[in-house]
């Protein structure tokens, strides 16, 4: 357990209304990352953070902005959701042990519905 | 573009039975890590393996990485109902941007009793 939490963990929203996820840490990670999850697409990538304001694109990031205004905070807003981003959304943290002994940590996840 | 790929995708097996999940790529990793995911829960870390021939076991579990780092492999001893979930393999980058961990396609296995 690395003491990430993920709110809320279950939300139906409409076409077009603005969704934002937040992922909650505890333990002072400087790297976070937003995946969302699809059956027969695996695990994508869709924002990161490496550290406080500073944020990358991953491979699925159209439609996503993401902010972290603070270590323990990272927030995925969906700025005008589809139907398409029904998913199950994942945080996950990244604990540093050197190049090669870097592990990731998952959140429990928040599943979006979009009707 | 880095590649992991997983076989089988699908498993399907009696309690008892042992059973072998791949890890595949033509690229090489400074470090595999294995997880396991059950249905509506985040994935779990099992293992990280970090050196080329290296041998780690978690219970029945055991895990290994191929001497040129490009490959792994999930061996389950007696399987049992508890196992059943989705297998994911996942690799940092080698040599390049450390940022990001690639993931493999995945392996549902099912242990019936």
């Known amino acids: 357990d690395a003491g990430i939490t993920q709110s809320p963990r279950h939300k139906v929203t409409e076409t077009g209304t603005p969704v934002t996820l937040r992922c909650h840490q505890t333990?002072?990670?400087?790297?976070m990352y937003w995946y969302r999850q699809d059956p027969g697409h695996g695990l994508r990538l869709i924002h990161y953070?490496?550290?406080?304001?500073?944020?990358d694109k991953g491979e699925v990031s159209d439609g996503y902005s993401v902010s972290r205004s603070k270590t323990e905070d990272f927030l995925l807003t969906l700025e005008s959701a589809t139907s398409s981003q029904t998913s199950v959304y994942f945080c996950?943290?990244?604990?540093?042990?050197?190049?090669?002994?870097?592990?990731?940590?998952f959140g429990p996840g928040t599943r979006l519905t979009v009707t | 573009t880095q590649l992991l790929e997983q076989s089988p995708q699908f498993l399907s097996i009696q309690e008892g039975e042992n059973l072998t999940v791949y890890c595949n790529s033509s690229?090489?990793?400074?470090?595999l890590q294995w997880y396991r995911q059950e249905p509506g829960e985040g994935p779990v870390l099992l293992v990280t393996?970090?050196?080329?021939?290296e041998v780690k076991k978690l219970k029945r579990l055991t895990f290994q990485f191929g001497d040129a780092r490009k490959d792994s492999s999930l061996h389950i001893t007696a399987a049992q109902p508890g196992d059943t979930g989705l297998y994911l393999c996942?690799?940092?980058?080698?040599?390049?941007?450390?940022?990001?961990?690639?993931f493999g396609t995945g392996t549902l296995l099912a242990v019936q009793p």
């Open positions: 996950a943290i990244r604990s540093a042990g050197g190049e090669s002994r870097n592990e990731q940590y």
């Open positions: 333990e002072n990670h400087r790297y």
């Open positions: 953070s490496y550290g406080v304001k500073d944020t």
């Open positions: 690229s090489v990793f400074s470090s």
């Open positions: 393996v970090v050196t080329g021939g």
């Open positions: 996942a690799g940092w980058n080698y040599g390049g941007a450390t940022n990001k961990l690639i």
